[in-house]
């Protein structure tokens, strides 16, 4: 069986060439897909986890700090600093900005209080403590002692985070509390949340308790549809994937029409002929599953998105090549299996 479907391979390795190529181009991209499926759900984690917080307060009515359409005064926040069960709090202010003069592009606005829960952890530089002075993270094309223009106004970088983008990948600048209240409310004393460590016993009046759980899902919430529509992709590629498969091989059984009769003529069961179909499209999808990791690993820096592309993600792609390749082989098994042994005699 092994044999039959071997030295097929060898007969048309040109054609397995092709195919292992087209194929790869595919796999390549549902790895990609994956890897951007992760990527979004990762950067929120990471967003989230950079707070160091316990618990988080919002108003009441908000869903969560990042996409909260109510904020806090600073009596709501001396609220949460005094209930029990707080070891330290801090309000900070989600908005959007752009830099740039020219070209605009747009960035999340992170205000913090310097010193005090929820400050960016500083990987080159110092954190920002005035006015006038930012932190970037480390994918936005800018470095310490670099100016930005945000929103109109001169800002001196500062210091570097690690990559902390979020909503797709769009970068983040982080600015004190004071100077992101001044140039997202003209200066009014609101946030969107407290930060807090530890944990309130009871939410303050008109207030209401996360878990950084709760926050992270509020926050993916913007992007769930997002992700259904790159699962809807990769579902469609699968799809191509096995048509390009199905295709070779049920071209090889058209071609070896004569083969198969002068086979089943001098004895060879339709199982064995199956299995040397099964081995040719499991070998070429297994092989195209090899040149999309590479391809995938050099394509993966060229998106402006992070990529989450783990061991489980080749994993899959092996196991998903396999399964693919099982079922591309049943499109040249009917043709197999009926072929007339008599056509080896030159029968019709």
């Known amino acids: 069986m092994w044999l039959v479907g071997v030295r097929d391979l060898q007969y048309r390795r040109r054609r397995f060439l092709i195919a292992v190529i087209a194929t790869s181009v595919v796999f390549s991209m549902t790895v990609l897909m994956s890897g951007l499926s992760n990527g979004l759900d990762d950067e929120v984690d990471r967003i989230v986890a950079s707070f160091h917080a316990d618990s988080w307060v919002v108003a009441r009515g908000a869903s969560g700090p990042f996409t909260a359409n109510r904020f806090l005064t600073e009596s709501d926040v001396e609220s949460v600093r005094n209930a029990s069960g707080v070891r330290a709090a801090a309000p900070m202010l989600v908005a959007r900005a752009t830099i740039g003069r020219d070209s605009l592009k747009d960035v999340n606005l992170l205000g913090y209080q310097p010193g005090e829960v929820g400050a960016p952890v500083i990987t080159e530089g110092r954190v920002a403590k005035r006015a006038g002075e930012v932190v ?55 946030a969107s949340a407290v930060v807090v460590r530890g944990r309130p016993t009871a939410a303050p009046q008109g207030l209401k308790v996360l878990t950084n759980d709760d926050v992270a899902s509020d926050l993916r919430r913007p992007a769930k549809s997002g992700k259904s529509t790159i699962d809807i992709v990769s579902y469609l590629l699968w799809i191509v994937a096995a048509g390009i498969i199905a295709s070779i091989v049920y071209l090889t059984a058209l071609e070896r029409t004569r083969d198969y009769a002068v086979l089943k003529a001098t004895g060879t069961s339709n199982t064995t002929l199956f299995g040397a179909l099964l081995l040719q499209s499991i070998a070429l999808s297994l092989a195209a599953a090899v040149v999309a990791v590479g391809l995938a690993l050099l394509l993966a820096p060229l998106f402006p998105f992070r990529m989450a592309i783990d061991a489980s993600s080749y994993v899959l792609l092996a196991v998903l090549a396999i399964v693919v390749g099982t079922l591309a082989s049943v499109a040249g098994l009917r043709r197999a299996v009926g072929v007339d042994p008599a056509l080896a005699f030159g029968g019709a």
């Open 136 to 190: 970037v993270d480390s994918h936005l094309d800018a470095g310490v002692g670099d100016t930005l223009d945000v929103s109109g106004r001169a800002q001196r970088v500062v210091g570097v985070t690690d990559d902390l983008r979020y909503n797709f990948g769009v970068n983040t600048v982080f600015m004190p509390l004071a100077a992101a209240q001044e140039l997202a409310f003209s200066g009014q004393p609101l």
